[in-house]
């Protein structure tokens, strides 16, 4: 790496502290989306204090921007905090121990997400004020992650408008950077109204909101079978609590369907919205459906990629500790030896933690089968992806050994890695304007249209 970009990385490294500090605090106190009031709130402070202006939007309460400098390019470095409920996990233990019983945790690593973006915001103004470079920094702190709807109501109110460009990071068990990725879905509830009745008295006498919720889900598990092989369609049901001796008058569907394109997700629900129809006409109630939110799938832009990959080269990813090792395979002992082995063999490696960077064609053929309302963000500027190994191979998202390693020493390590990636690609973005044309021009010749999926 030429001597002036080696100067980000080492504002990277100043800042290493902070990183380590708020990746921390972040695990320590785990929130639920729609909750993120110590998380944001924490946040605010560390971007204010670093001398970024904070703006608000009102009707997110846990949302808000933190800008420094002035004119284009404008920058945007997504952050997350919120986790996940159930999976709250002790960073020391190799088994399930949980901090709490029954309580959240990040499982998912946004504590990693969220800290690694605001120490690369950070150290990009740094760097700004020191070379007196022109341009914009925004930190987004984006709650709601995994409800799927965060990003989608930021940009429902256009909290992204006036960005150029955008940079985002997942934890994983891989260093790679992504063409493509992530999973369009929607979420949809259907809501059965029926006639009560007496189950033994009168039967004859109710409509059965149950009956058509049950006919619905019939005919929607009928309707896989002719739905695009890559979809994914899961359901839970609500009954409203009504004991079996009563005709119920009240039932709920909640659906969320994903595919690789949210045209296809459209299309799905649009069928399976009729398999709801013809429930209600079939047992002569009614059906009201609501369509809450979705989130579009990646979309790819390669030349960003390249630049991605480019940079995850130049910078050395951690080394970890004997010590943490043996505990990164304590954690994978508990998993099925199948999966571990999959996944080393997607790389062609053998040892427990990745610490090489993916070859540039791996990007090409990862693909994660998730969603995130990050996508969005990617359908109204150009958006990087890319993974730093977080946790051994073997290990999936959303699980205790994910929050174990979350909050651990690999995690912090992996953290810092994460955070200069991004900070040397937004100086090279920074400085480079014929690099970050060609990504811009990508974009503009694709000629991408978007629509948040939400309404007040």
């Known amino acids: 790496m030429p001597a002036k970009k080696k100067q980000i990385i080492q504002e990277v490294e100043k800042l290493s502290e902070l990183c380590k500090n708020t990746c921390s605090f972040l695990w320590n106190n785990p929130e639920v989306g729609g909750t993120e009031e110590k998380s944001s709130e924490y946040m605010r402070g560390l971007m204010r204090d670093a001398g970024f202006a904070i703006i608000n939007e009102d009707r997110l309460k846990y949302a808000f921007l933190a800008e420094y400098g002035s004119g284009h390019p404008v920058i945007a470095v997504l952050g997350e905090y919120d986790a996940l409920p159930g999976l709250s996990q002790k960073n020391d233990s190799a088994e399930k121990d949980p901090v709490v019983p029954g309580g959240p945790g990040h499982g998912c690593g946004h504590n990693m997400i969220g800290s690694a973006a605001a120490t690369a915001a950070i150290a990009l103004k ?4 020191k070379e007196n470079l022109p341009g914009t920094i ?3 702190g984006c709650p709601e992650e995994e409800l799927l709807s965060g990003k989608v109501k930021m ?5 992204f408008d006036g960005c150029d460009i955008a940079l985002s990071w997942h934890p994983s068990s891989s260093n790679a950077a992504y063409d493509a990725s992530y999973l369009a879905c929607a979420y949809a509830k259907y809501y059965f109204t029926g006639l009560t009745a007496h189950a033994a008295f009168a039967p004859h006498l109710g409509r059965s ?6 006919l619905m889900n019939v005919g929607v598990n009928y309707l896989r079978e002719h739905i695009i092989s890559d979809a994914r369609v899961h359901y839970s049901t609500d009954s409203c609590g009504i004991p079996p001796n009563i005709v119920p008058d009240k039932a709920v569907n909640w659906y969320c369907i994903r595919a690789p394109k949210m045209s296809d997700v459209k299309s799905i629900l649009d069928r399976i919205t009729k398999c709801a129809k013809g429930a209600a006409m079939m047992t002569e109630t009614e059906v009201e459906v609501k369509v809450e939110h979705g989130c579009c799938e990646m979309f790819p832009n390669t030349k960003f990629t390249d630049l991605t990959h480019d940079v995850m080269k130049n910078i050395t990813p951690p080394t970890f500790t004997g010590e943490e090792l043996q505990f990164a395979a304590q954690l994978q002992a508990a998993l099925r030896p199948e999966a571990v082995k999959a996944e080393q063999s997607i790389y062609g490696r ?5 610490t090489a960077v993916a070859a540039r064609d791996i990007g090409k053929k990862l693909y994660m089968k998730a969603s995130s309302d990050s996508g969005d963000v990617s359908y109204m500027m150009p958006m990087n992806l890319f993974t730093v190994a977080c946790w051994p191979f073997g290990v999936a998202p959303h699980t205790w050994q994910a929050a174990a390693c979350a909050g651990s020493s690999i995690g912090e390590k992996a953290t810092l890695y994460a955070a200069k990636v991004i900070a040397a690609t937004g100086y090279e973005l920074l400085t480079n304007s014929a690099k970050r044309e060609e990504i811009i021009q990508e974009f503009k010749d694709a000629k ?7 309404k007040d």
């Open 126 to 129: 740094n760097i700004m004020e």
């Open 138 to 140: 925004r930190f987004y």
């Open 155 to 159: 940009a429902y109110y256009k909290m």
């Open 209 to 214: 909101a149950l009956d058509a919720m049950e």
């Open 350 to 354: 053998k040892e427990i933690m990745h």
């Open 448 to 454: 991408v249209e978007y629509t948040p999926m939400y």
